[in-house]
């Protein structure tokens, strides 16, 4: 019989409001996700920022790199014109526990911040172990993790082999493989299942793909449009 799959809201809900903003999150939120994936970059001051991609170019009203602002420079951009960078610390307050949190670590050198933040909310404000997963395509960011907590639950993402991605889940001890849905085959599942991964699929929007992400049974759905799922 087929498990429920677990629905998570990509950059919040992205296709309903601009990416990684608060106003993504709550969308998410009322849709009744199980979970949110976010991005995270450390910027010049050190904090941890929810943002896509490396530079502000695309998204707001500045130019440069990420890491080459601080938050303070960062909070004076507008993205989309009328929306805030937010940093982890208030996209975590914003879901307080509703729902779990998908940290990808996007930027270099977020890892030891991300345990740290993870480990607060965890001993001062009572979030469990299984609120969190952490992913990324960066095998050193996921070894930093590793290596200071090892309850801390660990995704591989992977836009280009899935085997490649179990033989490193292998040696960081990773819960789940975070595959692209066009890697994916009824029979990959099943192996990847097989062999005790969970399965979290990105980015599926169209609805024909996610009935057929459904029928491959994998474990969580990442979605811009989360209430399709
Ligand atoms: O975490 C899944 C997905 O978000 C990875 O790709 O580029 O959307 O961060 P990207
Ligand atoms: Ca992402």
Redesign the pocket.
Known sequence: MQEKVLVIGH?GACGYAPENTLASIEKALSCNVNAI?I?VHKCKSGELVVF?DFTVDRLTNGSGEVSSFTLAELKALKVESDYQIPTLIEVLDCINKQCIINI?L?GKNTATETAKIIQNYIHEYRWDYTHFIVSSFQQRELETIHTIDKNIVLGVLTKANLEEAVTFAKTIKAKAIHPNYALLSKNNVQKTKALGYKINVWTVNNVEAIERMKGYNVDGIISDFPDRV
């Open positions: 950059r994936e991005d896509h990808e996007k």
